[in-house]
């Protein structure tokens, strides 16, 4: 290393000074220059809006989960007709504590283990739109009785790879839904 340090500065003190200078704009708050990114950040606990149904929900963002999941109670399971598939009719309760009736058409069934327990429940996977963090997005969501946790909607690694998120765990509330209740 070129010494650019008078004799008496010592050879550790001159890695530690150009160290110094090096992260100066990251220490005095700036974003580094290798590491700026245009990516909405969100943080741990958000706001979600279903427009299609009226429904606004706190949601707990969660990167440990693959797939979103809902809190829903399932009225009727339609069996498949000739050339279609199966609908699941069901309700959930926005912010306002109004039941929504919603129907869709069943993507998919999962298997999902209980809180406390290791019995597993079938449930029924639908696709869903919701507003996140100013984006509106499409996905994958169970419907599960979720009714034990303090959110009601879980938003999994599906909805944040698809609206490309960062998230801040320090903070909650940070960018509004992107859409409105009607």
Do not use: A
């Given at each position: 290393?070129?010494?650019?340090?008078p004799v008496r500065c010592g050879r550790h003190l001159a890695p530690l000074v150009l160290s110094i200078v090096w992260c100066m704009p990251v220490l005095l708050g700036g974003p580094p220059a290798w590491g700026a990114t245009d990516r909405v950040i969100i943080g741990r606990i958000e706001y979600v809006v279903m427009q299609d149904v009226g429904v606004r929900l706190k949601a707990r963002i969660d990167t440990g989960a693959g797939v979103s999941s809902i809190h829903a109670k399932i009225l009727e399971i339609k069996p498949a007709t000739s050339g279609g598939s199966e609908r699941v009719v069901f309700q959930i309760r926005d912010d306002a504590g109004n039941m929504k009736t919603i129907e869709r058409k069943v993507s998919a069934w999962t298997e999902i283990k209980g809180k406390g327990t290791t019995k597993a429940i079938r449930r029924p996977v639908v696709t869903l739109d919701i507003c996140l963090g100013g984006k509106r997005l499409e996905g994958r969501v169970n419907l599960a009785d979720r009714s034990q946790f303090l959110y009601?909607?879980?938003?999994?690694?599906?909805?944040?790879k698809t609206g490309d998120f960062l998230i801040d765990p320090k903070r909650t509330f940070i960018e509004p839904p992107g859409c409105e209740v009607p």
């Open positions: 290393m070129l010494n650019i340090f009601p909607v879980l938003i999994g690694r599906n909805f944040l």
